[in-house]
Nanobody
Framework: QVPLVESGGGSVQAGGSLRLSCAAPGITFSRYCMAWFRQAPGKEREGVATIDSKGIITYADSVKGRFTISQDSAESTLNLQMDNLEPEDTAMYYC????????????????????WGQGTQVTVSS
């Protein structure tokens, strides 16, 4: 297992922006699939965005065009830039990693990930 620690959550009004970061010091990104998930109270945890071991990015339809996932090898962080936030984006956001492996393909399914952070809260007010 590798440690994952999320940060950057907070409260903003609709239309605002937040940038989430996931510190992943034990991860070489070319050997992992990385993802952001979120979970609102009473709802299932859902995939938001992924980067696979080749750097291929996938977004959930609900955030496409508003969120940008990226990874910084020098800082060993996974990031999520969230723009034009909506109240429906309110949730606990989790960083996830699947690996190490020679090759993996990104997935928005929770079961595919072996390592999880503790989450950071995002609240968007109307």
């Amino acid at each position: 297992q590798v440690p994952l620690v999320e940060s950057g959550g907070g409260s903003v009004q609709a239309g605002g922006s937040l940038r989430l970061s996931c510190a992943a010091p034990g991860i070489t990104f070319s050997r992992y699939c990385m993802a952001w998930f979120r979970q609102a109270p009473g709802k299932e945890r859902e995939g938001v965005a992924t980067i696979d071991s080749k750097g291929i990015i996938t977004y959930a339809d609900s955030v496409k065009g508003r969120f940008t996932i990226s990874q910084d090898s020098a800082e060993s962080t996974l990031n999520l830039q969230m723009d034009n936030l909506e109240p429906e984006d309110t949730a606990m956001y989790y960083c996830a990693a699947d690996g190490p492996t020679v090759r993996c393909w990104g997935s928005l399914l929770m079961v595919e990930y072996r390592n999880w952070g503790q989450g950071t809260q995002v609240t968007v007010s109307s």
